[in-house]
């Protein structure tokens, strides 16, 4: 499964171009940028399918203000993709800040050029957990007393 350069190089713009616009209305047209049966992994979930893999964006614009991508690193090559990210976002329930999540993607595309596997990397307790409220000062005192 290994997609030329110039073609790997095109794809990963297309797929960054495409994240980082992201908007609701996009989502009927997942199937471009994923294969049938890609799989998708990340702290909370691990689904295949389009039809899967939708609803984790559909969540994500029911649940946050503002949500948006940002790809900070790029390195691609043999059909895979490895990309940092700043994804900036409200949340609805909480509070109205704005925050931020840095994480990572790890790509694997398929000839066509098109996601089969997408794996998010990014730590769930710090990123996340701590700005809640309650639950962000268990995390921190927690993080506190793993400290050496």
Known sequence: ??????????AVARIVARFEALAPGDLDRLHELYTEDARFKDPFNEVQGVAAIRRIFEHMFATLDDPRFVVTQVVAQHGQCHLGWDFHFRLRRFNRAGQTIRGASYLQLAPDGRI???????????E?????????????????????
């Open 116 to 126: 089969a596997l997408h794996r998010d990397y990014w730590d769930a307790a710090e």
């Open 128 to 148: 996340l957990y701590e700005k809640l409220p309650l639950v962000g000062s268990l995390m921190r005192w927690l993080k506190r007393r793993a400290r050496a």
């Open 1 to 10: 499964m290994s997609v030329e350069t110039a073609a790997l190089d095109a």
